[in-house]
Nanobody
Framework: QVQLVESGGGSVQAGGSLRLSCAVS????????MGWFRQAPGKEREGVAA????????YYGDFVKGRFTISQDNAKNTMDLQMNSLKPEDTAMYLC?????????????????????WGQGTQVTVSS
């Protein structure tokens, strides 16, 4: 059984930084993407960043604009999200997700329907 556990969330002031980590277990058969999503109250879940197992390519939401960096450590089965220059609008629950192998892979890394397993999330709150 694949399990994902996020950590590293918290409360910071605008301009501050946080580093989120996602520990993955039981993930033997890997799809293309591992990703971070976020969801604020009353808003849809949106893709923050993703990394490809195939070639290490990274993908970011337009709103990231160079502030966040996603990384993975296959030896440790972890995926991190370094977030700098945080803004109040970054306040949300942040969730990590992974994909299992499939016959055809979509290019839409930010489509949550492409992911099969999800963590419970870690809350990020940014105050002005």
């Amino acid at each position: 059984q694949v399990q994902l556990v996020e950590s590293g969330g918290g409360s910071v002031q605008a301009g501050g930084s946080l580093r989120l980590s996602c520990a993955v277990s039981g993930y033997k058969y890997r799809g293309k993407y591992m990703g971070w999503f976020r969801q604020a109250p009353g808003k849809e879940r949106e893709g923050v960043a993703a990394v490809s197992h195939f070639d290490g390519s990274t993908y970011y939401g337009d709103f990231v604009k160079g502030r966040f960096t996603i990384s993975q450590d296959n030896a440790k089965n972890t995926m991190d999200l370094q977030m700098n220059s945080l803004k109040p609008e970054d306040t949300a629950m942040y969730l990590c997700a992974v994909q299992v192998p499939r016959a055809v892979y979509s290019d839409e890394w930010s489509d949550s329907r492409q992911y099969d397993y999800w963590g419970q999330g870690t809350q990020v709150t940014v105050s002005s």
